[in-house]
T-cell receptor, first 112, second 111 residues
Framework: EAQVTQNPRYLITVTGKKLTVTCSQN?????MSWYRQDPGLGLRQIYY???????DKGDVPEGYKVSRKEKRNFPLILESPSPNQTSLYFC???????????FGPGTRLTVL | DAKTTQPPSMDCAEGRAANLPCNHS???????VYWYRQIHSQGPQYIIH???NNETNEMASLIITEDRKSSTLILPHATLRDTAVYYC????????????FGTGTRLQVTL
């Protein structure tokens, strides 16, 4: 089954404790992206990757890092999480240039 | 990307057709209309897209006016599971794939 998986689905952590949210897709998509969703602000893109070893900032990249060492994986790294990063995070993938994107189930992160 | 305007909310009785409008009066000739939906905090789900011809798939139909300034997403027989926020997005198909979600239309399907 074609899918995007994210782990963990729920996470409660404390300020400053480094964490990684994993994202994996099984559709051989070149393009992957991370979004965050906050009430009243909609979905905003954090980082994206056009292919392996190619990443770029989205609209709200501050406080986040990403890497793309393999085509199927695109982890989101919060080196020093802060409470304003409490949000619902989605990973998405697609073929390059396509807007028919597949989204993961979401990761609800709470930073205390 | 062209700006889109959608009503904030709509109701539909189960079993009836849900017609969700979208205005995109500034759309350019090479921009597509995409529809996504998000069911309560789940990941957005692609529904359908089109350029100028009407499109139909197993989920919905997309009707685009001849001048392309507006479109309607039709769910022919809405069920309770169709209750969601529906997003209309206009994009030029190019190398960058970022989706910009607006506020969408909250569709409530009722018994």
């Amino acid at each position: 089954e074609a899918q995007v998986t994210q782990n963990p689905r729920y996470l409660i952590t404390v300020t400053g404790k480094k964490l990684t949210v994993t994202c994996s897709q099984n559709m051989n998509h070149e393009y992957m992206s991370w979004y965050r969703q906050d009430p009243g602000l909609g979905l905003r893109q954090i980082y994206y990757s056009m292919n392996v070893e190619v990443t770029d900032k989205g609209d709200v990249p501050e406080g986040y890092k990403v890497s793309r060492k393999e085509k199927r994986n695109f982890p989101l790294i919060l080196e020093s999480p802060s409470p304003n990063q409490t949000s619902l995070y989605f990973c998405a993938s697609s073929l390059t240039g396509e807007y028919t994107q597949y989204f993961g189930p979401g990761t609800r992160l709470t930073v205390l | 990307d062209a700006k889109t305007t959608q009503p904030p909310s709509m109701d539909c009785a189960e079993g009836r057709a849900a017609n969700l409008p979208c205005n995109h009066s500034t759309i350019s000739g090479n921009e597509y209309v995409y529809w996504y939906r998000q069911i309560h905090s789940q990941g957005p789900q692609y529904i359908i897209h089109g350029l100028k011809n009407n499109e139909t798939n197993e989920m919905a139909s997309l009707i685009i006016t001849e001048d392309r300034k507006s479109s309607t997403l039709i769910l022919p027989h809405a069920t309770l599971r169709d209750t969601a926020v529906y997003y209309c997005i206009v994009k030029y198909t190019g190398t960058a794939s970022k989706l910009t979600f607006g506020t969408g239309t909250r569709l409530q399907v009722t018994l």
